[in-house]
């Protein structure tokens, strides 16, 4: 009798401090969470910091030429924190009066493809490789390309996008320093060296939104929409039901 009263007695301080220590967790483990996401927030805030500054750097630049044409230079803008990058060759007359990349009938398009990936302006980058319009929207010129690239560089850098879509030949080519054609380039993963030291980023060329607008045809539309939905699958992205048709 005295024995079932003790093993009672064990059994309860048993159930006890069980229930004592139900509610607790892994102290350890959450801070290290909690410290983790403070790190992430602090970076995204710095490099938006960065990135704000660099864009005033570019208003004020008269690196090359076209300083003396533009109406107002196009930093870029997006996401600090985006996991996608969209640069194009260099701003258009939209872009020019208002100081935003991809405004016009181009950058509607490119609003239509972003979102029918499922994604907002907001949750990407948009940048360009020259930052100030060639008058015309002739080609960019090689000195040109020289001056302006390090701003791109720098935006790569501070943003570490995990891939970077090249709208364009000429973004693909400049990017890649390559000079096969954007018909060769597009449809596959490339990898962009950001320099020594610096782990490569995954890179996808397909066609400008501009070149989609002149060349509408279902089969250009569809290589577009391949080329997306392979970058959604390399982020393990969901594609969106109508992208799939
Ligand atoms: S295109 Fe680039 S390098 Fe030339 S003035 Fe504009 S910001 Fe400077």
Not at 157 to 180: F, M, N, R, S, W
Not at 202 to 214: E, G, I, S
């Amino acid at each position: 009798m005295e024995d079932r009263a003790k093993i009672g007695s064990v059994i309860r301080q048993h159930l006890e401090a069980e229930q004592f220590f139900a509610g607790f967790s892994v102290r350890g483990q959450n801070d290290a969470g909690e410290f983790q996401e403070q790190e992430d927030d602090m970076a995204v805030t710095r490099s938006a910091g960065e990135l704000e500054k660099l864009a005033e750097e570019v208003r004020q630049c008269r690196k090359c030429g076209l300083a003396s044409s533009r109406t107002n230079a196009v930093p870029g803008e997006g996401n600090p924190d985006a996991r996608i990058m969209f640069i194009g060759e260099a701003p258009g007359a939209d872009e020019d009066a208002q100081g935003s990349p991809f405004v016009g009938r181009a950058g509607q398009l490119l609003d239509k493809i972003i979102a029918a990936c499922g994604l907002e302006r907001d949750d990407v980058y948009i940048g360009n490789i020259l930052k100030c319009r060639p008058p015309g929207n002739r080609d960019p010129r090689a000195d040109e390309i020289i001056a302006c690239l390090p701003y791109l560089q720098r935006q790569i850098e501070l943003i570490q996008p995990e891939v970077i879509v090249a709208l364009g030949a000429h973004a693909a080519k400049t990017l890649l320093d390559t000079t096969k054609s954007i018909g060769e380039l597009r449809g596959q993963f490339h990898e962009y060296y950001a320099g020594l030291g610096q782990m490569p980023v995954k890179l996808m060329a397909t066609y400008h939104p501009a070149y989609l607008l002149r060349s509408y045809s279902p089969e250009n539309r569809r290589k577009v929409w391949e080329d997306m939905q392979k970058v959604l699958t390399e982020l393990g992205l969901p594609i969106p039901e109508r992208s799939r048709r």
